[in-house]
C-alpha cells in the first residue's frame, strides 16, 4: 500500500445542487448522512461546502485533511477511513483486471456499479457505511462530526464523483498502483484474456483527460467550451 498523498485544489463557490449525481456519490452522502448527529448539522455542513470556505483536501490512504475557515476561524479536520488490507487490495486488483473495460472506465471518471458487485463477492467494500467515516476537527464543538467536518465530507463527495480514484485512494489503493499493479501482472495473463494493454490505457488517459476537461467545467459552474471538450 503506497503511503502517497494527492493534494486537490480549492473548490469554488457552488450554486445549489444536488447532494449527489452520481451513483457512488449518493451512496457516499448516504453513509455521510448516517454518520452526522442531526439533520441541521448536515444542512449547515452542505451549506458550507457550497460556500468554498473548504481549503485544499489532502487526499492520502486512509485519509481527508482540510482546513475550513469558519466566522474569522481556521479549523483543522481530519477524516480517517478504513483501508484494505493486503489480500483486499489484491482482490480489488483481480476484479479491475477481470475486463478491460473496467480500468477504462475509472480512468474516464465512472466507476462501474458490477465492478463494485463483483468486489464485494470477493469480500471487497468499496464504499464505507457511516459507522467507518471517523472525523477530528479542531474546534471546540462536541459533536462528531462537527459542520466543519460534514463539510469536507460534502465536497469529497464531488471529488470522487468527479474521480472514482479519489474513493480507491482513500481506501488504500491510488491511481498509480493500482495501474503498477495491472502492469505487474500482465505477464502472467494468458492471450485472450481481458488484462488491460497499453493500448487500452492509452484510449484510457484520452477519455480521462477529455473527462477532466469537461468535469472541470462542470465544477466550475461555469459554461462548457464545447469546441474544447469535443
Known amino acids: 500500500m503506497s503511503g502517497q498523498t494527492v493534494v486537490h485544489p480549492r473548490l469554488p463557490p457552488r450554486r445549489r445542487t444536488s447532494r449527489a449525481d452520481r451513483w457512488w456519490g449518493k451512496a457516499w452522502v448516504r453513509a455521510v448522512e448516517e454518520s452526522a448527529y442531526a439533520e441541521a448539522d448536515l444542512v449547515a455542513g452542505r451549506s458550507l461546502a457550497r460556500s468554498g470556505q473548504v481549503g485544499a483536501i489532502e487526499v492520502g490512504p486512509g485519509s481527508a485533511v482540510a482546513v475550513v475557515e469558519e466566522r474569522g476561524g481556521q479549523w483543522r479536520v481530519e477524516v480517517a477511513v478504513p483501508v484494505l488490507d493486503d489480500a483486499g487490495a489484491a482482490a ?3 476484479t479491475v483486471a477481470a475486463q478491460a473495460g473496467r480500468v477504462t472506465a475509472l480512468l474516464a471518471g465512472d466507476l462501474p456499479h458490477e465492478l463494485v458487485e463483483h468486489a464485494e463477492e470477493a469480500g471487497v467494500e468499496l464504499l464505507p457505511y457511516g459507522g467507518e467515516l471517523e472525523t477530528t476537527c479542531s474546534c471546540e464543538g462536541w459533536v462528531d462530526p462537527c459542520v466543519h467536518a460534514l463539510a469536507v465530507l460534502h465536497q469529497l463527495t464531488w471529488l470522487l464523483e468527479a474521480d472514482p480514484f479519489v474513493l480507491l485512494h482513500l481506501r488504500g489503493t491510488g491511481r498509480e498502483e493500482l ?3 495491472l502492469h505487474a501482472r500482465a505477464p502472467d495473463v494468458p492471450d485472450g484474456d481481458a488484462e488491460p494493454d497499453d493500448d487500452d490505457l492509452t484510449t484510457a488517459y484520452d477519455a480521462a483527460a477529455r473527462a477532466a476537461r469537461l468535469l472541470e467545467v ?13
Open 179 to 181: 495501474l503498477a499493479r
Open 92 to 94: 480489488l486488483v483481480e
Open 218 to 230: 462542470l465544477l466550475g459552474d461555469g459554461p462548457p467550451e464545447v469546441d474544447h471538450l469535443l
